[in-house]
């Protein structure tokens, strides 16, 4: 499931979450002090409002759209030689694109439970489209 900004999703798992409690903006008081427990039951809705990729590109994954890019500009106009070094190039650089396009993708949300709870940097494999 691809995650967006906007998308409403639920919960897929029961989530507990223990540790401090602080005032927003604010410090906990006392470092290492647990003071509840807050469990939220599969199923509990919200919307993502922030999404982060941590895919990272690959030297050849960035020269592959780059010269993909231009081919598709830019090819038409180009000599027969130069137009088919070009595409031997992305050829050969296909199979590293392919690879990335294909990877799963972990990505970190930040989704407003429809209970009022934000759940900030979570796994996006928690949650499942509503």
């Known amino acids: 499931m691809t995650l ?12 507990v979450l223990t540790g401090q409690v602080a005032l927003a903006g604010e410090a906990p008081t006392e470092p290492y002090a647990a003071v509840g427990l807050l469990a ?4 509990t809705e919200g919307t993502v409002e922030d999404v982060d990729d941590d895919r990272r590109e690959s030297e050849e994954v960035r020269e592959y759209a780059r010269l993909r890019s231009l081919l598709d500009d830019f090819g038409h106009q180009m000599p027969p030689g130069s137009r088919a070094r070009l595409e031997e190039q992305v050829a050969a650089l296909e199979p590293a694109w392919t690879a990335y396009q294909e990877a799963e ?5 930040r989704v407003r439970l429809d209970n009022g709870f934000v759940l900030r940097d979570t ?4 949650f499942v489209a509503v």
Request: hydrophobic share 50%.
């Open 123 to 126: 796994s996006g494999d928690v």
């Open 105 to 109: 993708t972990p990505v970190r949300v």
């Open 40 to 43: 939220l039951a599969a199923g």
């Open 4 to 15: 967006k900004v906007g998308r409403r999703v639920q919960l897929a798992v029961e989530l």
